[in-house]
């Protein structure tokens, strides 16, 4: 069985996501990064990176949203998660590295600024640039969305599991979503799916029991 190492509301509901539109069988394991669950000896030796996701497939721990998802995609072909033709896979393949390149980092720079650089006005300044970036991409983003149901045609895949953290961290950091009609009407399509349903009840009930 799959069993995955997640935090509620971080980056690892889109692997959540997609293990339960799959279908396949699973076992979910959350760790909390405000209790600091992250940096116990027990999960470093889990990922030495103290980070999720991790997915346990047998004795082999796979790690990155995109390694993640392309083998969740691969191991239930029948769901359609990932497109076999050549074009449209790169296509897809193509989304998620600029989500976890481009996207992810930017919302990364601004959560840990203080990691990053000492100054009080050197962080402002970094979170500012950060979050310029975030609207020219989130324009990207919504360009792509207009004229489908979903990222990749109209079947619900990868890039739309992923795409999910990213567009609900916006509210995170007081960023409006208004300029990204798209974007907002793909993410209300896929928040009313039952598997999505299911996952967001699923983290908010270990957040509160947390």
């Known amino acids: 069985m799959l069993v995955l190492h997640y935090c509620p509301g971080a980056c690892s509901i889109a692997a959540h996501i997609l293990l339960e539109e799959s279908g396949l069988p699973y076992a979910v394991r959350p760790v909390h990064f405000a209790k ?13 990176l103290a980070q999720v996701p ?8 796979i790690t990155q949203n995109v390694a993640i998802l392309t083998y969740i995609a691969d191991q239930a072909p029948q769901a359609g998660l990932l497109p076999t033709e050549p074009l449209a896979r790169a296509e897809a393949l193509s989304l998620l590295g600029f989500l976890s390149s481009e996207v992810h980092s930017a919302f990364a720079a601004i959560f840990g600024a203080g990691r990053l650089v000492a100054s009080e006005s050197a962080q402002a ?7 310029a970036r975030l609207d020219e991409l989130f324009r990207q983003i919504d360009g792509r969305l207009a004229g489908r149901t ?3 045609g109209d079947r619900f895949g990868v890039c739309d599991a992923y795409l999910t953290p990213f567009f609900r961290w916006a509210s995170l950091i007081g960023m409006p979503t208004d300029p990204y009609p798209h974007y907002v009407a793909h993410q209300a399509r896929v928040s009313a799916r039952p598997a999505v ?8 009930s270990a957040r509160a029991a947390a």
């Open 36 to 48: 600091g669950d992250h940096l116990t000896p027990e999960f470093r030796a889990i990922n030495p």
């Open 54 to 61: 991790v997915l346990e497939s047998g004795s082999v721990r």
């Open 125 to 131: 300044e970094l979170v500012a640039s950060r979050r």
């Open 150 to 152: 979903y990222a990749i």
């Open 197 to 204: 349903q299911r996952v967001d009840a699923r983290e908010e």
